[in-house]
């Protein structure tokens, strides 16, 4: 009895197995075609698929254009300067005797935060804080005696700069006079900061908080990037 059902399950096992056999074989003759005959078409264009950007009609004998450009760097610095991880990216790039030109130019970098604390003085730290927000924290002096003062804020885009208006800020203390203290020290914890050391042209779009300083995105158009 149990021979005859294993011999039943061996058949039945063989009979799939020569299902999927003869399966497999129609299926490779339907999608194939015989060696010899030319192989596949050119592939089709992608529907609505941009065409690549064709270099200017004007352009002279001694100029050389450029598709596209794309520089990476670790560190960039120059005077007063300092920035991580730039990331720039060039479109319809000229370069001849009167230098180089990009007509697009998009540039990422980070500036970090000790660059930030620099500008605003007296032992500033500058950090990252919740919700995609930055702190600063330093001591001032106000009414004769030094207060340590904590500041947050959120930081955005005004007339090109990275700002950051402290939306509390905690300098110990009662309330009474927490206050009138917060209100002395504002400017001395707000950030305007200026992005330098890149090229002319280049124009702060957008900016974030990340654990290792402001993460910036700037473009410009028919930027100048050397001489």
């Given amino acids: 009895m149990r021979w005859t059902r294993a011999k039943d399950w061996l058949i039945g096992a063989l009979g799939m197995l020569l299902l999927l056999a003869v ?3 129609i299926l490779w003759w339907a999608v194939s075609d015989p060696a010899g005959d030319g192989g ?10 941009a065409p690549d950007t064709e270099a200017p009609a004007e352009l002279r004998a001694d100029e050389v254009w450029l598709g596209d450009l794309t520089l990476d760097a670790g560190t960039v610095v120059s ?7 730039v990331r720039a990216v060039g479109q319809d790039v000229v370069t001849g005797p009167d230098g180089l030109v990009a007509a697009r130019l998009s540039v990422d970098a980070t500036v970090p935060f000790d660059v930030v604390a620099g500008e605003l003085g007296g032992g500033a730290e500058v950090r990252a804080a919740d919700g995609g927000q930055a702190t600063v924290v ?3 002096e106000t009414l004769g005696r ?3 003062v904590t500041a947050t804020g959120t930081v955005e885009v005004e007339a090109g700069r990275l ?9 110990g203390g009662p309330d009474f006079l927490s206050g009138p203290t917060a209100a002395v020290v504002r400017s001395l914890v707000t950030i305007e900061h200026e992005i330098e050391g890149l090229p002319e042209g280049l124009v702060l779009r957008d900016v974030t908080v990340q654990g290792d300083g402001f993460r910036a995105a700037l473009q410009g158009d028919d930027v100048r990037l050397g001489p």
Avoid: N, Y
């Fill in 23 to 25: 399966a497999v074989v």
């Fill in 163 to 171: 700002v950051m208006e402290p939306q509390s800020i905690d300098v």
């Fill in 146 to 148: 030094d207060v340590r």
């Fill in 138 to 140: 330093r001591t001032v």
């Fill in 40 to 49: 596949a078409g050119p592939a089709p264009s992608t529907p609505g698929a």
């Fill in 79 to 85: 005077e007063g300067s300092t920035l991580r991880d």
